[in-house]
T-cell receptor, first 116, second 110 residues
Framework: DTGVSQDPRHKITKRGQNVTFRCDPISEHNRLYWYRQTLGQGPEFLTYFQNEAQLEKSRLLSDRFSAERPKGSFSTLEIQRTEQGDSAMYLC??????????????FGPGTRLTVT | GIQVEQSPPDLILQEGANSTLRCNFSDSVNNLQWFHQNPWGQLINLFYIPSGTKQNGRLSATTVATERYSLLYISSSQTTDSGVYFCAVVEWSNTGKLIFGQGTTLQVKP
């Protein structure tokens, strides 16, 4: 059983460029979450998918951010017109509450974004 | 929204010592997880423990949901235990999003 994978692991971009990150959840996990973590802080929730439906978005997710999960499997997170304040670790997690009602989330290794 | 507070914020131990990390939360929860974040940023699952007590090797955790706190015990600490420990909770009637505390940074010295 492979874990959650994310690509790329590191991304350096110039301010104003667009970036896209990918997350592949644990197979058969129907729930997928994106979080953002800045230095010295705990992760903060960005958005949540159940299958292909995006059911919740945080106020942190400005209109420059968009996330998709087109077939209910992998997900992408795109940031348009990046700003220096977008520099952070972007974490993806998946879970499957169908497994005995336990909704334990498992995290990927993260994508570390640096905006110069 | 729910508030999650972890203490202490920082902890330095000698190898072999025991420690207790605390997580307080301000409202009822239906999920609580403990994680260890390694130096590369990976969050490693330690416990899924909305209530009760669990043990895994040198680690154990107890959640007293009615009193809104959870404790993580580390016994006979090793240098590989160093890193940041996070507690995260899910509110009732929620989509399952985790609300994290600020973490406890543990340094174990040889």
């Amino acid at each position: 059983d492979t874990g959650v994978s994310q690509d790329p692991r590191h991304k350096i971009t110039k301010r104003g460029q667009n970036v896209t990150f990918r997350c592949d959840p644990i197979s058969e996990h129907n729930r997928l979450y994106w979080y953002r973590q800045t230095l010295g802080q705990g992760p903060e929730f960005l958005t949540y998918f159940q299958n292909e439906a995006q059911l919740e978005k945080s106020r942190l997710l400005s209109d420059r951010f968009s996330a998709e999960r087109p077939k209910g499997s992998f997900s992408t997170l795109e940031i348009q017109r990046t700003e220096q304040g977008d520099s952070a670790m972007y974490l993806c997690a998946s879970s499957s509450p169908l497994t005995g009602g336990v909704n334990e989330q498992y995290f990927g290794p993260g994508t570390r974004l640096t905006v110069t | 929204g729910i508030q999650v507070e972890q203490s202490p914020p920082d902890l330095i131990l000698q190898e072999g010592a025991n420690s207790t990390l605390r997580c307080n939360f301000s409202d009822s929860v239906n999920n609580l997880q403990w994680f260890h974040q390694n130096p590369w940023g990976q969050l490693i699952n330690l416990f899924y423990i909305p209530s009760g007590t669990k043990q895994n090797g040198r680690l154990s955790a107890t959640t007293v949901a009615t009193e809104r706190y959870s404790l993580l015990y580390i016994s006979s600490s090793q240098t590989t235990d160093s890193g940041v420990y996070f507690c995260a909770v899910v509110e009732w009637s929620n989509t399952g999003k985790l609300i994290f505390g600020q973490g406890t940074t543990l340094q174990v010295k040889p």
